[in-house]
C-alpha cells in the first residue's frame, strides 16, 4: 500500500461541503461546512455555485495551511454522468461534457467535480470519482415505470450506499455478496436501495421526482395533479423541477431543509412541523417495506445512514416501523469520505484498474 500520498477529497452535498484530507494512511481533517438555506438559495443555477463552493475549499486548505502543491491527488463524489457500472473512474473531457449537458441530473456534485477537474489540470494531478450517483446495477423489472416513454434509471447516493453495505455486511461477519440488505441514506437527498448479493438491484431515483420526500426534495408525485400543474400556465419549466429539488419535500412545507432547527419547533410544539416531519419518516418506512418486497422478504439487516440519522426522534418512529423486517443498524453521518480516499489509495497502489468512462 502507497501511504505516503496525499489526497484531497472533495464532496458537494444538497446542504453542505464535505472537505477532507487523507495522508499517511489515514483520514487527517474531514469536515462538513453547512450551507444556509439562505445563502444557497441566492443561486439561480447549480453552475452559479462555482465560485461559492470552489471559495470553500480554497479557505478549508487555507485554513489549514495547505496548498494545492501538497496534494497528490483530487477524489470527488461525482458527477451526474451517464449511466454507468460502479468502480473507480478518472474524470475526463466526456464525462465533464455530460455534466455540464445537465441530461443526467444537475446536483452540485457537478459543480464540485469541475471545480475539482479544473484545479487537477491546474497542478497536474490526477482527479478520481468512485462509484458515482448514476451506478447501475437496476433487475430488469425495476426499470418499468408504467408507460414505455419514461423508464426508471439510478441516481442515487451509490458511493455511501455501497460503502455502509460493506461496513454492515463486515459486522454481520460475511462479504458484501453473501447478504441481501436495505440501505436508506437519509440527508438532503434520501435513497433507499435493495442491496441483492452485491448488487443495488432496486433503488429511488433520489434527485428526481422518485421516492420518500427529502430535507429539499419532493419525491414521488400524484403524476395526474402533477401534470395539470405544468399545464396550469403558473409554473415555468425550471420552477416546477425546482419543486421537485431544492424546494420540495421539508423545505416546501416548512421553509427550511435543517432538520435540527424542524426539530426545536416541534419541541416548541409546532404541530405542523411534527406532522410533516412524521410524514417524511412514513414515506421512508414504506419504501423500505418496498424494498423488502424486492428482496422476497429475505433480508439480513436494513442499514440507515445520513445525517437525519443523529434524529432520535426520526430513529424512534422509523425503527417502529420497521424493525419487524429485519435487525436494524445505524450508521449515522456517512461513509463517502473513507470510500473516496480508499478508491484513491487503491488507484495509486494499483489494487484496482480503473474503469473507463462509455464513449
Ligand atoms: N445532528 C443532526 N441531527 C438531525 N439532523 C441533522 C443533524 N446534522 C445534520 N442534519 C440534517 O441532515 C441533512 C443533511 O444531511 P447530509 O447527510 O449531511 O446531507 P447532504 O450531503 O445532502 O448535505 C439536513 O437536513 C440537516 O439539517
Ligand atoms: C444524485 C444523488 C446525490 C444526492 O442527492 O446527494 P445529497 O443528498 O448529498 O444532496
Not at 8 to 23: R, V
Request: hydrophobic share 40%; glycine share 10%; with cysteine.
Amino acid at each position: 500500500m502507497n501511504r505516503d500520498k496525499t489526497i484531497l477529497i472533495i464532496n458537494p452535498g444538497s446542504t453542505s461541503t464535505k472537505i477532507g484530507i487523507f495522508s499517511a494512511g489515514e483520514m487527517k481533517i474531514n469536515v462538513s461546512v453547512r450551507h444556509d438555506d439562505a445563502e444557497l438559495r441566492k443561486f439561480a443555477t447549480i453552475w452559479d455555485q462555482y465560485d461559492y463552493r470552489k471559495d470553500a475549499l480554497l479557505g478549508f486548505l487555507r485554513d489549514h495551511d495547505l496548498a494545492m502543491d501538497d496534494i497528490d491527488a483530487i477524489a470527488c463524489r461525482g458527477g451526474n454522468v451517464r449511466p454507468l457500472p460502479g468502480g473507480i473512474y478518472r474524470l475526463c473531457p466526456r464525462m465533464i461534457a455530460d455534466m455540464k449537458s445537465g441530461i443526467y441530473g444537475g446536483h452540485p456534485i457537478n459543480v464540485g467535480g469541475l471545480v475539482a477537474y479544473d484545479l487537477g489540470n491546474q497542478y497536474g494531478i490526477p482527479v478520481l470519482t468512485a462509484d458515482p450517483p448514476m451506478t447501475d446495477e437496476l433487475c430488469a423489472s425495476a426499470r418499468y415505470s408504467g408507460i414505455p416513454q419514461l423508464t426508471r434509471t439510478s441516481s442515487f447516493h451509490a458511493l455511501n450506499q455501497k460503502a455502509t453495505a460493506r461496513r454492515i455486511a463486515a459486522e454481520l461477519g460475511k462479504r458484501y455478496d453473501e447478504v441481501n440488505l436495505i440501505v436508506a441514506h437519509l440527508g438532503g437527498g434520501i435513497s433507499v436501495g435493495a442491496h441483492q448479493k452485491g448488487k443495488i438491484v432496486d433503488v429511488n431515483n433520489a434527485l428526481d421526482g422518485d421516492g420518500p420526500f427529502s430535507p429539499e426534495r419532493a419525491g414521488t408525485l400524484p403524476a395526474g395533479d402533477l401534470v395539470k400543474l405544468c399545464f396550469s400556465g403558473d409554473y415555468t419549466k425550471a420552477e416546477v423541477l425546482k419543486l421537485l429539488t431544492g424546494g420540495g419535500g421539508l423545505y416546501a412545507y416548512l421553509g427550511t431543509t435543517n432538520v435540527i432547527e424542524i426539530e426545536k419547533r416541534i419541541t416548541a410544539g409546532d404541530g405542523k412541523a411534527a406532522e410533516v416531519f412524521e410524514a417524511m419518516i412514513y414515506q421512508v418506512a414504506k419504501e423500505i417495506g418496498a424494498c423488502a418486497a424486492v428482496l422476497e422478504g429475505t433480508v439480513d439487516a436494513i442499514a440507515l445512514t445520513g445525517s437525519l440519522v443523529y434524529s432520535e426522534r426520526l430513529l424512534e418512529s422509523l425503527k417502529r416501523k420497521i424493525a419487524f423486517i429485519a435487525p436494524v443498524h445505524l450508521n449515522p453521518g456517512e461513509n463517502e469520505m473513507e470510500a473516496l480516499a480508499d478508491a484513491a489509495m487503491r488507484y495509486f497502489s494499483q489494487e484496482e484498474e480503473l474503469s473507463v468512462y462509455a464513449a
